[in-house]
């Protein structure tokens, strides 16, 4: 599949996917209403269908992934409660501060390797006010990241997540899946969606990345703290009018994108295989696990690489001075992945 007009090779990431024709087709015949009333036809098909697949009773469109976790937070918190959540992990990293501007939460950082928590850690890092002589924060939530981005797109064990909502709920915290990437986990470990979000308080899914729809995410999880949410989406300026375009595109994404994620992974691991084997990179590809490849170069040279593939029409991102991202993703084909590594044997470094 390609379906937009390019000459380059784009791996910066799953975010830049173009709508297929066929997606813009059910956009452009979707049925709408106004969502700030509640009665765009499709926004609510769409909200119904992700909560069933789920498991859970309600779920909540809205505009991106960083406000479908900024809502969780909000409403599962108070100002002054405590986040647990990885080192490396979306909400902490790439979200400008949310959760402590919007939410007035601290953060407790836990370290693992890939991204990924234990659920031991997850239970050193709880801090209550109970017993503290009021010296610390009320730990109230505890965030998962599956796949684990900066962790090179790695995927949770079924029995840690599960043991890690343990952990939450006997501290009386509630558990929040930022699940952006959930249907990539869910094709690579073969674990069916609803079974692998059931100890789950919130599961928030992104729809623009690697299941190709423009814009969108939805939050999950029960009736009340979906009501909630809606209040803060409202006051965050979350509320859209004929959403239901939008929406047919996240409708069409279930149908006919997720089980060709598989695809990606393969391409993924093709590259990562190749490049490795190759003098001056380094690939772990213990962690190449779905659609991305984290490649070390030498020291300080990121910049370089990422200047050297482009002039070779292919395109990725330099995430630290010695490491680089390439994203496959539904535009990406066979023959693209064999120009990328072409290209990555032909770099000057």
């Known amino acids: 599949m ?4 390019s000459d380059r090779v ?3 990431s799953d975010t830049v996917t173009q709508p297929t024709p066929a997606m813009r087709e059910v956009m452009a015949a979707a049925e709408v209403g106004d969502d700030v009333f509640g009665d765009d036809p499709t926004v609510i098909e769409l909200q119904n269908r992700i909560a069933e697949m789920l498991g859970k009773e309600a779920a909540l469109f809205v ?12 409403s599962q918190t108070r100002p002054g409660d405590e986040i647990v959540t990885h080192r490396k992990s979306h ?14 939460c601290s953060i407790s950082l836990v370290e693992g390797d890939w991204g990924m928590m234990s659920p031991e850690d997850v239970q050193n890092a709880i801090r209550k006010v109970e017993g503290s002589d009021s010296h610390y924060p009320d730990c109230t939530l505890i965030c998962v990241e ?11 064990e079924q029995d840690t997540m599960d043991a890690i ?9 509630r558990a929040h899946l930022d699940g952006a990437r959930l249907f990539n986990a869910v094709v690579a470990s073969g674990v069916d969606a609803a079974r692998m979000v059931r100890d789950f308080d919130t599961i928030s899914i992104c ?3 690697g299941l190709g729809a423009p814009v969108g995410s939805v939050l999950v999880g029960d009736a009340a703290i979906i009501a909630e949410a809606h209040r803060w989406r409202k006051m965050f300026g979350g509320g859209m009018r004929q959403a239901g375009v939008l929406a047919a595109a996240g409708i069409y994404a279930l149908e006919n994108n997720i089980e060709r994620l598989a695809e990606d992974h393969a391409r993924a691991r093709r590259l990562a295989e190749a490049v490795n084997s ?5 690939v772990d590809l213990g962690a190449v696990q779905t659609n991305m490849v984290y490649v070390s170069c030498k020291e300080g040279g990121a910049r370089a690489l990422v200047e050297s593939l482009a002039e070779q029409g292919v395109d990725v991102l330099d995430l630290e001075e010695s490491t680089i991202r390439a994203v496959m993703h539904l535009h990406i084909t066979d023959e693209d992945t064999d120009r990328a590594i072409a290209a990555f044997e032909n770099a000057h470094i």
């Open 165 to 173: 909502c343990e952990v939450a709920h006997s501290n009386g915290c």
């Open 146 to 156: 599956n796949t684990a981005n900066v962790g090179g797109g790695s995927i949770y």
């Open 207 to 209: 729809f623009s990345k």
């Open 2 to 5: 390609r379906d937009y007009p």
């Open 278 to 282: 190759m003098d001056g990179y380094s």
């Open 63 to 74: 505009p991106s992934g960083t406000m479908s976790n900024a809502v969780a937070i909000k």
């Open 91 to 104: 909400i902490y990293m790439y979200e400008a501060g949310g959760y402590a501007v919007l939410s007035g």
């Open 10 to 12: 784009d791996l910066r």
